[in-house]
């Protein structure tokens, strides 16, 4: 007899109005964050997650299959009880999809409400008679937040409540339980079919990092035409990097001193077996192999196309910078805008250029020096209209000026690498373990964090600022170069700040933006320096890769793409098309942050 404390992966779902966590500064995040990690504590688990909807995809058929694909996953639910919730739909959807859940684990004692604000019908017979959720509420015996959530979230009362609460989801963890005979039939037939794959004439080789493949979540479909981001996983650190020679970001590298291998990440749960992965991975090689595409010593990567003259008619010219006051672009200014025009929207926010619309070949050649699989397939992808983007990456001022602003809090740890990835006590964007100045890019941020200073501009400005895509950063990146430097074919010396970089800063802290040559588009430290998020979902290679702008939405979404390596970091992580993963809930002391801006919508 076991328990679903003893399963391979524990995941919870954590259901709440995102209206109610923008409304109270995002309050119920960080008590999402604080219940995670008490329940990560108790559990002792080696994988635990808990899932949060941060998701801002439209209520429909894409937003339904990413919710489905956490619950089926998911053995506790935690719905947080406000009058928004109980009205939602997307509420109501995650609670319906769970309860089927629990009904399919054979069990009715998994579900663990949090009453955060009154709702006057729960405590009306006559009232939870008629609704489903609210009697369901009322059975499942509710802990009550209501006098808590106007405390302190780390006050000693507030600690022991969550203590309490995520007591009584451990204990009903650890219960005994059988899996019912219909999830065992499913896993006999998972098996079954990886059996066949395994058995198959050809044995292809997985590509690297591919995710481990257990339990019955639903697979990831094509890409969705989205910018929207589906939801993450808030994983725990996996073990440190195996025995031999360092991997970072697919470039090996040796001698002393050693610079990191690729930062911590967690495995997401997928339908198919590893083998079938395998084989559409080495089928649409085959595929690709076959197909016409550019030579891989090509200089035919187009440079950009020639943009449009400006971002939309009816345009005025915009002020220099050093003329005009910093301030929200009017929609005439907007309009106005040109390829290689700089703007500021307010006193301590970044300044953008405009980059022109254009078309490239993202990814690497068979030939390149230091080249990953997960480089591939090349593919043409186009830019079809002019954006923003960051002319350096965010600096430690501006990220300050952000957290005093919106009472930002990005914790108290920080991962630093000390021959492993470690996460360290006291080390913040405050405190790296290097000495900064302002105009050093921010660093020990998390994929969360970058979110939250985004949406800091979205409120500051009323404007559309947001990460890039992976195709975006590549892109801008590139500047229309095809070398694998954007300066050319060799890491050569002084070009950027990394680990074997041939500058002043190498391996010892980041450097001031800016110091380096600027690529062809006036964009600074595009490598080198901090490694930048980016939007996108870990995907191991190319392979449904979309041809436009979109970040993917659908993947490994507990791990997100970054890009351009950092000051300690080798020196074949900055060529142009490398790329790795990092989980989006760590901080990193040589992570940070560099956004993008829509334009003329």
């Avoid at 399919?104 to 017979?125: K, N, Q, S, T």
């Avoid at 004439?201 to 339990?215: A, N």
């Avoid at 400005?461 to 229309?480: D, F, I, M, P, Q």
Wanted: charged fraction near 25%; include cysteine.
């Amino acid at each position: 007899m076991s328990s679903l404390a003893d399963i391979d992966k524990v995941i919870g779902f954590f259901s709440y109005s995102r209206q109610d966590d923008d409304d109270s500064a995002g309050a119920l995040s960080k008590l999402r964050d604080r219940i995670y990690r008490e329940l990560a504590m108790q559990l002792g688990h080696r994988d635990f997650r808990l899932w949060q909807d941060k998701s801002a995809i439209a209520f429909g058929e894409i937003w339904k299959r990413s919710i489905r694909t956490a619950v089926t996953d998911s053995v506790f639910f935690i719905p947080v009880v406000t009058p928004r919730a109980v009205a939602s739909q997307y509420c109501k959807f995650e609670f319906d999809s769970f309860l089927a859940r629990e009904k399919m684990l054979g069990r009715a004692d998994l579900v663990f409400p949090i009453l955060y604000i009154d709702v006057p019908g729960l405590h009306a017979e006559v009232t939870r008679r008629d609704d489903d959720v609210l009697r369901l509420i009322n059975e499942r015996q509710y802990v009550d937040w209501r006098q808590f959530r106007y405390r302190d979230i780390n006050s000693p009362d507030v600690s022991e409540k969550i203590g309490q609460f995520c007591a009584n989801i451990v204990d009903a963890l650890r219960r005994p339980w059988e899996p019912p005979p219909q999830l065992v039939q499913a896993a006999q037939e998972r098996e079954r079919a990886a059996a066949e794959q395994r058995a198959a004439p050809v044995t292809p080789t997985p590509p690297p990092r591919v995710p481990d493949i257990m339990q019955e979540a639903a697979p990831a479909t094509a890409q969705e035409p989205t910018p929207s981001t589906i939801s993450t996983f808030a994983p725990l650190m996996e073990s440190g990097p195996g025995p031999g020679g360092t991997q970072y970001g697919g470039t090996s590298y040796s001698g002393p001193p050693s610079p990191p291998p690729p930062p911590p990440k967690k495995n997401l749960i997928y339908i198919l077996g590893g083998s079938l992965v395998a084989f559409v991975v080495v089928v649409g090689g085959l595929i690709f192999a076959l197909s016409p595409h550019p030579h891989p010593n090509d200089n035919n990567n187009p440079k950009p196309k020639p943009a449009v003259t400006t971002v939309c008619e009816g345009g005025i010219a915009i002020d220099p910078l050093s003329v005009r006051t910093p301030a929200p672009l009017t929609q005439q200014e907007e309009c106005g805008l040109k390829p290689r025009d700089a703007f500021k929207e307010c006193p301590t926010c970044p300044e953008m250029v405009v980059v022109p619309a254009g078309s490239f070949t993202m990814g690497s050649s068979e030939q390149e020096a230091g080249r990953d699989k997960n480089e591939g397939p090349r593919h043409p992808v186009t830019i079809a209209k002019p954006f923003a983007v960051a002319r350096y990456d965010v600096t430690r001022d501006e990220f300050a000026s952000f957290v005093a602003d919106a009472g930002y809090e990005t914790g108290t740890k920080c991962y630093v690498w000390t021959s492993k990835w470690e996460e360290k006590d006291g080390v913040t964007w405050l405190n790296p373990t290097f000495t900064q100045a302002g105009n050093h890019p921010a660093v020990c941020v998390s994929w969360y964090d970058a979110g939250a200073y985004v949406n800091w501009l979205n409120k500051k400005t009323g404007k559309n600022y947001r990460l890039l895509s992976e195709a975006e950063y590549e892109y801008v990146t590139r500047a229309g170069t095809t070398t694998a430097y954007y300066w050319g074919n060799e890491l050569g010396s002084n070009n950027a700040n990394c680990h074997e970089c041939g500058s002043q800063y190498d391996s010892k802290s980041t450097s001031p933006v800016g110091s380096f040559k600027p690529n062809d588009f006036g964009l600074y430290d595009m490598v080198g320096d901090v490694r930048q998020l980016l939007e996108d979902c870990w995907n191991a290679t190319y392979d449904g890769a979309p041809s436009d702008s979109s970040a993917r939405t659908t993947g490994d979404c507990d791990n997100r793409v970054n890009r351009g390596g950092g000051w300690n970091a080798p020196g074949g992580t900055l060529r142009s098309a490398a790329r790795t993963d990092v989980g989006a809930t760590f901080h990193l002391y040589d992570m940070g942050i560099r956004v993008g801006r829509d334009l003329g919508q």
